[in-house]
């Protein structure tokens, strides 16, 4: 106890790093399957720009012969996250399919999370994310290095995606698959190539060999050589993929011709939507099945009236111009190796659609869309850890298990509250250097009265003005890509702080000349704004060293851990992860940018001491009401407006929802912002020390997983 008291500041660092270790280990250990999933960092530059991934492989998968040959080949599968997230997103999908056997690609899409932006993909100009020809935004690459593995099983490779992710997995199902059965394609050959017509009755039949039999011998050799090569490359395309929450009409059926013969086709892959009740396509829990009746679920199904959640169902190949409904199979979550289920999975007819629980953003955090995720796959795919084979249930599935990932989560929390815990111990064993010594000062008695009226109504401003602003706000700075905009959203998140900010400080200013300058203290003083020019300094130095440290042990954990991160996700993610490169740059720049933003309230903050209560009660107080605003407004966005309706209760601007997520930061960090200022404050003497190791510290989640503009 008495080393405890000594180095109490020491001690519990040492602690928090022991339990963010622990956090990584347990991590790992779910993400590895116990060591038997083996997990690399892969980087790849096709364009000479960097699309970066995370690959689980399957240690089985490994095995080889004496000749170096792989001895097993396993199913792969793509996973792309949403616009503006990183692999940090899905990884509950990741782990529960690597778990069940598949190989899986994690990607960070370009520009986003380790990947570099389109800017270097040689384009002339950047594309937009949702311009065509950047729709897949490194699903084809991913593809073809999947191409390259040897223990990948090259006909047996599939996609999902959630949001943009998942119209890009949509988008490559199109591409890849597309709507000509091989037979189809065949026909096309026969008559393209050898100039055969081909009748409706003969495209119906769907036997490209008897319409072949016209052809002179040396053309009939030429067409089986042909027929070869085309049926290789249509067992290689992929052909199973699961949408999360998003749109793909790429994936619509229609008209196409067939030898010159027009026909309705189906996309000749299995396709899964995995749509949440509150999500794309939903109407929220006030009406639980309006996915199940939207025009997009009933044309991607071929159904009529109603889909049913929770089923399977096969697509019918049509004769004429006019769609044939889909026949419904057995449920969802039954044997996977049902011969009938088996059959249509073969012949890439295969259909359903899930409803989840929870809103948009909630797809990362949902053990059901990661459980849908592994039936769909092991039944598409014909693979559990081992191949599925038609009437043999000694390898199937039916009702996975799969909440692994929940556990990593929690570690990944419980990492994530030490991290927070160990900046103050830090920071009072830095100031312990003699060099940051001149920064101990005494701050100015509190001269605020828990009675005063005056007070409350202007923390009632200080409180709701930011958080009834903040939807419309984020609209405001809405600028495109540039060197001084290289996250997006971060910018029109910062153009709204700015702005508040200023509206902000002008009333702090109005507040002291119209009632607090009678109590003889002055502005400096009353808003901790006593700092010498070199002790500014010594702030910022003190600032980037913590930034230093943290820096530095999110790398390790990152490395050691499997691309291991930091989050808590109380409607949305907060994530504390390595930094690329790029995104060094990026935190520098947002770090001026919303610098005025943590000054401010850290001012407000420490002014609000009283002088009729204890120092710890009112700091706890006040942090409380720091962060009670933007609470509200996730409370209120989130299960008032999502979950009840599928849409935000206060309107945001077009191409402004992911600011949504953004309040759950918000209140976290406002409420941990305001314990930091205080403490600093009554070490130091000054609001401004607290300030600079806020904007360091909280600009890494603030920027790590948008789009960013890439120069470097």
Known sequence: MEVFKKHRSAVIVALC?????????????????????????????????????????????????????????????????????????????????????????????????????????????????????????????????????????????????????????????????????????????????????VTAEQVAAQDADAVAAVLDEADFALYKMRKSQITEEYERAVRSALIFDAGAAGCDPHVVEVAGVPVWRDIQANLGLVMNISGHGGAGILNKDAALTSNATLTMLSVEGAAERDTWYQTRLSNTTERVISAKLNPLYSDASNPDIRAAAASNSLRMITTPWGWHGFTPLSSETAKAAVQFFSTCLAYNNGDIVAGDSTNTIENPSASSWVTKDIASAVGFIALILLILPLVDLLMKVPFFASLEGTPQAPVQSKKSPIFWVFVLIFVFVPTLTYSKGVGWGMFGASLFSTVQLATQVAFWSII?????????????????????????????????????????????????FVSVLLTIYYNLFGAG????????????????????????????????????????????????????????????????????????????????????????????????????????????????????????????????????????????????????
């Open 17 to 197: 790093l022991v339990v963010i270790l622990i956090s990584g280990i347990v991590s790992i250990g779910v993400k590895s399957n116990n060591g038997k999933i083996v997990i690399k960092e892969v980087t790849i530059s096709p364009y000479g720009t960097d699309l970066a991934a995370s690959i689980y492989i399957p240690r089985s998968a490994l095995k080889t012969d004496k000749a170096g040959n792989f001895i097993n080949t396993v199913p792969a599968v793509i996973v792309n996250a949403g616009f503006t997230n990183s692999r940090t997103y899905l990884d509950n999908v990741a782990i529960e399919l690597a778990r069940h056997g598949f190989v899986v690609f994690h990607l960070d899409m370009y520009g986003h999370g380790f990947s570099e932006g389109t800017s270097n993909r040689g384009y002339a100009n950047p594309p937009s994310p949702f311009d065509d020809d950047c729709s897949l935004l490194g699903a084809v690459d991913a593809l073809a290095y999947l191409r390259t593995l040897g223990f990948v099983d090259q006909t047996r490779i599939g996609i999902c995606g959630h949001s943009l992710g998942g119209s890009a997995a949509g988008r490559l199902a199109e591409k890849s698959a597309g709507f000509y059965t091989l037979q189809d394609q065949l026909l096309n050959m026969l008559h393209s190539e050898f100039g055969v017509s």
């Open 500 to 548: 508040i900010t200023a509206g902000l400080l002008l009333l702090i200013i109005i507040k002291y000349f119209v009632f607090d300058k009678k109590s003889g203290v002055s502005f400096r003083d009353m808003y901790g704004l006593r700092l010498s020019g070199k002790n500014l300094i010594k702030s910022i130095i003190l600032a980037l060293t913590v930034f230093g």
């Open 565 to 712: 991160n930091l989050k808590v996700s109380p409607g949305g993610s907060i994530i504390f992860t390595a930094l690329s490169k790029e995104q060094y740059y990026s935190w520098l720049l947002y770090v001026i940018y919303f610098l005025p933003f943590y000054l401010v309230n850290s001012m407000m903050v420490n002014s609000a001491r009283f002088k009729d209560m204890s120092e710890n009660a009112s700091m706890w107080l006040i942090a409380g009401i720091n962060a009670i605003g933007m609470f509200l407004l996730a409370i209120f966005q989130f299960f008032i407006g999502y979950l009840r309706t599928s849409k935000t209760f206060f309107a945001v601007p077009p191409g402004s929802s992911a600011c949504v997520y953004i309040t759950s930061f918000f209140f976290v960090m406002l409420f941990v912002s305001a314990v930091i200022n205080r403490k600093l404050l009554l070490k130091t003497g000054s609001s401004i020390p607290g300030a600079l190791i806020n904007v360091t510290l909280f600009t890494i989640p603030a920027i790590q997983v948008y789009t960013y503009y890439t120069f470097l």
